[in-house]
């Protein structure tokens, strides 16, 4: 090692080894569970048995499904939430129907105006007497010691727990986050990515959805393209299940474990005030609160696309899946997606934020395209301008040829400003416009933080800079439909973080008409309006264009050195006039342009860096 790496890495060393052994004793943990138990705030806002529960025609159809249901006859109401206020609403209406509990699991939980939102109104529910429980990636959600000791006396029907704590912290400084790469990897680097709400054990959701504003099309610059399932019957049990594993697991640590809130908590006896939520657009918080209590709203956004289905599956990885790798139900989730795949006849609609294929996909997706009759593959995912993980995405561009050719890949990059999300934005603002300006009054906590990371969307990474102007949006959700027949929703991204690292989660549900719904959503993402095709450049000069492939072909092979400039594919854009086909049709030459490979990106210093990791980065594919 040379020795100008000696004089960072021993004393980040010694930090780490320092680190490691700074648990808590048990001394310490009693007595700030004492204060906890003498300073919790145990009055109730009800006496009724169903502790004041608003009545709900979501849980009330799920309730229904449940009694209707038989081993060998299930009966689900599912919901697929693609629009951004109907999926913050059912959650507002659900918490507000729950009689009995409130699990909710997630990977980020900002503080801006969704998270207190939601936040908020899980502390009424635990102060009506719901039981609620929730447990957040650490390193990711409430990066807040005030918040967090709030949050521990708040109420003694509300538990939160932070999921994988570095070195059995809150916060997570840019030094312990290079440290826990450092000492502890695979620990540090798997994350907890499942998101789940979960109502009295009889309904829930889950999809891709963080407690983060530009999930819901709140952030006033960019916003994600995501989506969830609302699943009502005997599929909440599987939830239940699985987040009762979650909970209990060693990972899942309460507040008083960690040490900088248990010494926050032991210094301040004085039991924390529940303050009000200050929102940056209060106006727009109303309007949603007001929704999710608005029996005709909910009637036309929520109950009548609500589908009565048979089978549905919800699946999780195991939390001990980094820990367990050779074990087969640790990487339950993604072994059976790759079931699924591995089994397509016709068609597979991928829809993922990052097109990064594991090893195993890689085989996979290889097979089906040898098949005499391979079925269609089409791929809806980012481009380099919509996308806030640019050196994610140079993997994506760094193996476009493979993808294209091996794989029999039809891929489709969201344009920045895509008209068909801009729509949903504006169905979302309602009411927003110049003469509501923000309220500049808001808290300190209520703003996003930014952090230094590297394993995946946080949600405040800054996108590269752009040729045009515009609010901007960007791809996050994940999803599959196989032959038309039935459809995933989760958080799985089809990379080899997914794969490998975090735990993932989502429901499979069995019907063709679901399927149908999600397939028709997912395409109108591939419109010509909303996104570029990706296709083979075209043969000017056949002789130079064949030497030019092949040195690139095995450029792309080295994990070094990937500097050839001339890349197989490039992005394309329909003519005006034309309509859409299939980059295989004689006639795409005709009717496509190309737009570079990286359309609408401003030269910048991002560019560059991603043309670097593109050389540089392959070995970084596993954390990326």
């Known amino acids: 090692m040379p020795r100008f790496l000696y004089r960072f890495a021993l004393p980040l060393l010694l930090a780490t080894l320092l680190l490691q052994g700074c648990t808590l004793s048990r001394q310490q943990i009693r007595r700030a569970d004492a204060v906890v138990a003498a300073t919790t705030d145990r009055d109730l806002s009800c006496t009724q048995a169903d502790h004041c529960a608003v009545a709900s025609p979501l849980l009330e159809a799920a309730t229904r499904a449940l009694a209707e ?49 939601v936040l908020n109104e899980l502390v009424q529910a635990a102060r009506r007497g719901v039981q609620v429980r929730i447990l957040a990636d650490q390193l990711f959600s409430f990066d807040d010691q005030d918040l967090l000791d709030r949050l521990s006396r708040v109420s003694s029907h509300l538990q939160v727990r932070l999921y994988n704590p570095t070195f059995h912290k809150a916060h997570t400084p840019p030094l312990d986050f290079a440290a826990g790469l450092l000492c502890c990897f695979m620990q540090f680097n798997q994350r907890m990515h499942n998101k789940l709400l979960l109502v009295d054990d009889s309904i829930g959701i889950t999809g891709g959805r963080n407690y983060q504003d530009r999930y819901f099309n709140w952030d006033d610059n960019f916003d994600y393209v995501d989506r969830d399932v609302m699943i009502g019957g ?66 036309a956004w929520l109950v009548e ?74 791929v809806s995912t980012n481009s380099l301008a919509s996308t806030d993980a640019f050196a994610v995405y140079a993997m994506s561009y760094k193996h476009r040829k493979r993808y294209l050719k091996t794989f029999g890949f039809e891929i489709h990059e969201m344009k920045p ?25 808001a808290s300190p906590a209520s703003a996003s933080r930014t952090r230094f990371h590297l394993l995946g969307s946080r949600g405040n990474n800054r996108p590269a800079p752009l040729l045009s102007e515009g609010r901007r949006f ?27 690292y975090n735990t993932e989660a989502g429901a ?61 594919a490039t992005s394309y854009d329909l003519k005006p006039g034309c309509q859409p086909m299939r980059a295989s049709n004689p006639d795409f030459f005709a009717c496509y342009q190309p737009v570079g490979d990286f359309p609408d990106v401003a030269l910048s210093p991002k560019l560059i860096i991603t043309r670097l990791v593109t050389a540089f980065g392959v070995g970084a594919k596993g954390i990326l």
């Not at 005997?234 to 899942?252: D, G, I, N, T, V």
């Not at 400003?417 to 923000?438: C, K």
């Open 69 to 117: 249901s038989t081993p060998e006859q299930p009966v689900h109401v599912v919901t697929l939430l693609g629009d951004s206020e109907p999926a913050l609403a059912a959650r507002i209406n659900l918490i507000r129907a729950a009689r009995h509990s409130i699990d909710v699991q997630t990977y980020i939980w900002d503080q801006d105006d969704t998270g207190q939102l």
């Open 234 to 299: 005997p599929a909440a049990r599987e939830m239940a299940a699985s987040f009762a594993l979650f909970w209990h697991h060693k990972r899942a640590v309460p507040l008083t474990h960690l040490r900088d809130i248990n010494q926050r908590i032991l210094s301040d006896r004085t039991p924390p005030v529940w303050p009000a939520p200050v929102y940056r657009r209060p106006q727009r918080v109303a309007q949603v609160q007001r929704a999710a209590e608005d029996p005709q709203w909910l009637q």
């Open 305 to 378: 696309p609500s589908l009565r289905v048979g089978k549905v599956d919800y699946f999780s990885d195991l939390p001990a899946k980094t820990d367990k790798p050779d074990k087969q139900r640790a990487l339950e989730f993604t072994r059976h997606i790759m079931r699924m795949i591995g089994d397509a006849r016709s068609e597979v609609l991928l829809q993922t934020p990052y097109l990064v294929m594991s090893k195993r996909a890689q085989r996979i997706f290889k097979r089906l395209h040898r098949h005499a009759a391979p079925p269609r593959v089409i």
């Open 417 to 441: 400003h895509a008209p068909g999300p801009a729509v949903e934005y504006e169905l979302a603002n309602l009411g927003m416009d110049a003469a509501t300006p923000p309220t500049e009054t």
């Open 474 to 500: 960007g791809l996050h959700a994940k999803s599959i439909v196989i032959d038309d027949s039935f459809a995933m929703v989760g958080s799985h991204n089809f990379d080899p973080r997914s794969d490998h």
């Open 508 to 568: 499979i549900v069995y019907d063709h008409v679901f399927a149908d719904q999600l397939r028709r959503s997912i395409l109108r993402d591939t419109q010509p309006e909303n996104s570029w095709v990706i296709a083979p450049r075209r043969s000017v000069v056949p002789v130079l264009t064949d030497i030019n492939q092949a040195i690139g072909s095995v450029s792309e092979q080295l994990p070094l050195f990937d500097l050839w400039p001339f890349r197989y």
